[in-house]
């Protein structure tokens, strides 16, 4: 990926027949084209990477949304779905020649069923808000990405998203029921269903995580859980990352899903003890954090046997929180970890990869090797429990190439990922940022079974286009050979 989006000259002709087709049923002060009303929509949370989107239309109900996209259709005008803008792959970057349709404004939740444990909401709705509306009820929301606070259930859906939570409780698509989605052409689409399986193609799957390419999500029927009776979280710190990394393998080794186990490495650790206080050694090359939640007898239970692991994986320091106040700010830390990397360096970029859990230490020594290659501080922090890294590049985008070769570090983490048997996406998504490295991973035949999905969808091409799915033409000017499985079955590839 080219570290700048090339600005598109802005085809004014074109801009003003697009907004006028939208402000036909439109309020005008919710279809924006002024460069200083589109401007703070030219980025998401990957914020490298910018562009102007050429209209933003904001609209305040379902069938506003569904009357956009027909125009769009009808004038073959690219359509960029945007929820809180949060997303770290690029997903909601805008194009110069496309309209940015916000779903901002759609935020109300629209029905709570506490017999069915569900509720009803729009995709504007923030996920902790969730969570806090059927709080009374003594009942949560379980996917709670660290972002919670500001992202919307509408892009968890199109990222499939996951958090601290989702070892045991599963990602977004494991836990919401039905979705209402509109196509480029306005057809409204209800799928999925109240039961746990539903007739004919499984859509509610292949919409989640598909990147606002396939549809316009408008409603979302989300799972709901009752709040566990007590949770306790272990905060253990080792002189070694290997033996975390060996902690974590012995803890799901031994049969125990704890709610949460999440691992950090010096550098994340000291940004965040800085920032947040949460309690956490400084003097530790990694911590982990393992959380039991259930009755009172089963948490003892559980926290007792993740003690006597971590002691016997060699932990060197074992702190069990022994209040709810304490357990929070254990969280916290970890949750506050991108922020906290923010504090120490003017940008840094937010990798997203999976590997198999014991490839852990060997994939941090790859880390560190390629922090020196290109000299560029690397933290790490990883939901360690399902493998899922993020790596975070500390880099200055004001110093000439330093972006560039801190796409090329990240780069190489990807496809050394996908070596060692794992993915190039978590949870985050792939968006703009991990286009080319589809290449890497996934073979011609298979790239051809996706765009043969979009174009069922999206026969022009109109929704996010040029996200997520790579052309086989961009991925021959990419110029690298497809991966796919780990060295494990091919132990002569090459070692990087
Ligand atoms: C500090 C920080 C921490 C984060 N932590 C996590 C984490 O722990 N786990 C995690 O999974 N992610 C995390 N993220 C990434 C991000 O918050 C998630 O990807 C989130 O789901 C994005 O939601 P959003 O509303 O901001 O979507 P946006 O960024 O606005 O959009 C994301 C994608 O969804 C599409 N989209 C949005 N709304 C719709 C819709 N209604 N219909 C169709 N397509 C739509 C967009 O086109 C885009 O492709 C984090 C981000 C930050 C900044």
Redesign the pocket.
């Known amino acids: 990926m080219s570290s700048v989006v090339e600005p598109a000259p802005v085809d004014f002709q074109r801009q003003k027949e697009v907004a006028a087709a939208l402000r036909a049923f439109m309020p005008k002060a919710a279809v924006l084209f002024d460069r200083e009303d589109v401007q703070p929509y030219e980025c998401?949370?990957l914020s490298a990477y910018r562009q102007v989107p050429m209209v933003v239309a904001l609209p305040e109900n379902e069938d506003q949304v569904r009357q956009i996209l027909e125009v769009c259709h009808a004038l073959r005008v690219p359509v960029?779905?945007?929820?809180?803008?949060?997303?770290?792959?690029g997903?909601?970057l805008p194009l110069g020649n496309g309209v940015l349709l916000s779903?901002a404004k759609?935020m109300r939740i629209l029905e709570i069923d506490p017999a069915a444990r569900t509720a009803r909401v729009q995709?504007?709705v923030r996920?902790l808000a969730i969570s806090e509306a059927v709080a009374p009820l003594g009942l949560y929301y379980a996917?709670?990405?660290?972002?919670?606070i500001?992202?919307?259930?509408?892009?968890?859906?199109?990222?499939?998203?996951?958090?601290?939570h989702c070892l045991k409780y599963g990602l977004?698509v494991h836990n919401i029921l039905k979705l209402r989605?509109i196509t480029i052409e306005g057809e409204i689409m209800e799928i999925g269903g109240d039961g746990l399986d539903s007739a004919g193609f499984d859509l509610l799957a292949l919409l989640t995580g598909?990147?606002?390419?396939l549809?316009?999500?408008?409603e979302v029927t989300v799972k709901l859980l009752p709040r566990p009776e007590c949770a306790q979280v272990v905060m253990a710190a080792f002189d070694d990352v290997e033996k975390a990394g060996a902690a974590v393998a012995n803890i799901i080794g031994a049969g125990i899903i704890p709610a949460g186990l999440e691992m950090m490495d010096q550098a994340a650790t000291l940004a965040v003890e800085h920032f947040v206080h949460a309690g956490y050694p400084t003097d530790v090359a990694s911590i982990l954090l393992c959380e039991s939640d259930g009755t009172a007898e089963e948490v003892d239970d559980e926290i007792r046997r993740v003690e006597s692991i971590m002691e016997a994986s060699g932990a060197i320091l074992i702190r069990v929180s022994t209040s709810d106040a304490e357990r929070l700010r254990f969280w916290a830390g970890r949750?506050a970890a991108?922020?906290a990397v923010g504090r120490i360096s003017p940008d840094y970029y937010?990798m997203?990869g999976t590997i198999p859990r014991r490839r852990l230490a060997e994939v941090l020594r790859k880390i560190a090797d390629l922090e020196v290659k290109y000299g560029l501080r690397c933290a790490n922090v990883f939901?360690a429990g399902d493998g899922n890294l993020h790596p975070l590049i500390l880099y200055d985008a004001n110093k000439p190439g330093e972006l560039e070769r801190t796409e090329a570090f990240g780069g190489e983490i990807l496809e050394f990922s996908i070596r060692v048997g794992g993915t190039i996406t978590?949870?985050?998504?792939v968006?703009i940022e991990k286009v080319n490295h589809m290449c890497v991973q996934f073979r011609p035949a298979e790239l051809a079974a996706f765009h043969g999905v979009k174009r069922a969808f999206d026969e022009h091409g109109l929704l996010?286009p040029g996200?997520?799915v790579p052309t086989l033409q961009r991925c021959a000017e990419f110029g690298r050979a497809h991966i796919h499985v780990g060295r494990e079955k091919f132990p002569d590839l090459p070692r990087f």
């Open positions: 998401d949370g960029i779905a945007r929820g809180a803008g949060t997303g770290l792959s997903g909601a779903l759609l995709p504007g996920n996917p709670d990405p660290s972002s919670q500001a992202c919307s259930i509408g892009g968890n859906v199109a990222e499939n998203s996951g958090g601290v977004t989605a598909s990147e606002g390419m549809a316009v999500v408008t949750k991108f922020p937010c997203d939901h978590g949870e985050h998504g968006g996010n996200k997520a």
